[in-house]
Every structure is written in structure tokens, then in C-alpha cells.
């Protein structure tokens, strides 16, 4: 099915350990997101795309590094893995158009420890 | 730092009734509102967008826009036990557009059989 998935689902890590979460999408979106839901904080935007080889910053991209070789996929990397980066994270992906709006993957529940 | 505000909650309403969800922005500048339903583990999912000042109808759901007073509004009629879950509100940026939202930390929602 088209849409936006996103891998692992589940991951529990131990500090120190770098570790990757995948989104890939199958819409061919320009834009792509990385969010992070806490309680308390709700989404914050960790790093977007623009396209390929084009990646910027957002509200929290410490700890965090992207790469996006290819249009579908969006890797977000976690070089050592903090208790802090303890999260809910989300892929999302934005379709060309002014009315429209980002669409979000399943999301990737990590623990730190 | 942009920000969009919503009362937490949670909200009970009856069924049948009337759910109203609030959210202020401080981004004088945003064109465009959104607001997302995420039930619990689930990913935000878009319900309603807004424009334009005045209300926007779809189904059971109202948007409500005052630029002038930075408020947006989510009204649910006919509330259903399935309308249960959070409601984030998200506020395009006057810069960049739909490409970056602000999202409040959201309000849950809770109808009651």
C-alpha cells in the first residue's frame, strides 16, 4: 500500500549505542519531517527535507543526524543514544500543493536505557 | 518562538453533545491552521484545515477561525464514543508555510456513553 511506513516500531537501546530509524514513503513527497512526541511537548520538529541532499534543522536536532540519498527515504540517526532521547518519534511527509498538509507515519517507539 | 496553546484537558462530554476544543496562536503572521485526531499509540491523523476566517464545516466537525483574535476552535456535534482521543492543533508558519508547523501539546478528549 502507498503511504509512509516507518521501522522499527519498537526499539529499546542502551546509552551510548547509535541507532537508526527508517521512514520511507512511496508518494514521492519533496518534503519530508522528523518529530518527536513527549508528553508534555507535544510534536517538535527535529530535522526536515526539502529533497534529496537537501536536509535543515528544526527545533531540536541535537544528538540527532539525517541523511536523504533518495527521494522516498529519510533515515534519522541517534549518534549515542541519551535517556532524554527517550520518545515517540514520527516521520511525516508533505505533498506539493498550498491547501495541502503533512501526513504522518505510524511512528517509533524507542526506549533509552 | 512561535506557539500555538491549547488547554490540555482532558474534556468529558456526554454523548451526543457538543465538543468544543480551543487553541490560541502566537504567529500573527500564519495563513494556515490544522487540526489532527491521535488516538492512543496511534499517529496524528488530519481531520479539518482552515483558512479563512469564519467557520468551515465537514460532517460533524466545525473549524472556527478569528485572525484577529489568534483562535482557532474545533467543534465535534453529535459526539460519538469514537470521537475520543487527543486533538493537536497545528499553525503553518508566516515564513515557510505549510512546511513548518507548530503544533500545541493537544487536548484529549473524552465522550462519555
Known amino acids: 500500500d502507498a503511504g509512509i511506513t516507518q521501522s522499527p516500531r519498537y526499539k529499546i537501546t542502551e546509552t551510548g549505542r547509535q541507532v537508526t530509524l527508517m521512514c520511507h514513503q512511496t508518494?514521492?513527497?519533496?518534503?519530508m519531517f522528523w518529530y518527536r512526541q513527549d508528553l508534555g511537548h507535544g510534536l517538535r520538529l527535529i530535522y526536515y527535507?526539502?529533497?534529496?541532499?537537501?536536509?535543515d534543522k528544526g527545533e531540536v536536532p541535537d544528538g540527532y543526524v539525517v541523511s536523504r540519498s533518495k527521494t522516498e527515504n529519510f533515515p534519522l540517526t541517534l549518534e549515542s543514544a541519551t535517556r532524554s532521547q527517550t520518545s515517540v518519534y514520527f516521520c511525516?511527509?508533505?505533498?506539493?500543493?498550498?491547501?495541502?498538509?503533512?501526513?504522518f507515519g505510524p511512528g517509533t517507539r524507542l526506549l533509552v536505557l | 518562538q512561535k506557539e500555538v496553546e491549547q488547554n490540555s484537558g482532558p474534556l468529558s462530554v456526554p454523548e451526543g453533545a457538543i465538543a468544543s476544543l480551543n487553541c490560541t496562536y502566537s504567529?500573527?503572521?500564519?495563513?494556515?491552521f490544522f487540526w489532527y485526531r491521535q488516538y492512543s499509540g496511534k499517529s496524528p491523523e488530519l481531520i479539518m484545515f482552515?483558512?479563512?476566517?469564519g467557520d468551515k464545516e465537514d460532517g460533524r466537525f466545525t473549524a472556527q477561525l478569528n485572525k484577529a483574535s489568534q483562535y482557532v476552535s474545533l467543534l465535534i456535534r453529535d459526539s460519538q464514543p469514537s470521537d475520543s482521543a487527543t486533538y493537536l492543533c497545528?499553525?503553518?508558519?508566516?515564513?515557510?508555510?505549510?512546511?513548518?508547523?507548530?503544533f500545541g501539546t493537544g487536548t484529549r478528549l473524552t465522550i462519555i456513553p
Open positions: 511525516a511527509s508533505l505533498p506539493p500543493g498550498y491547501q495541502e498538509t503533512q501526513y
Open positions: 508518494w514521492s513527497h519533496s518534503y
Open positions: 527535507s526539502a529533497a534529496a541532499d537537501i536536509t
Open positions: 504567529d500573527r503572521g500564519s495563513q494556515s
Open positions: 482552515i483558512y479563512s476566517n
Open positions: 497545528a499553525a503553518a508558519s508566516s515564513n515557510f508555510g505549510n512546511e513548518k508547523l507548530t
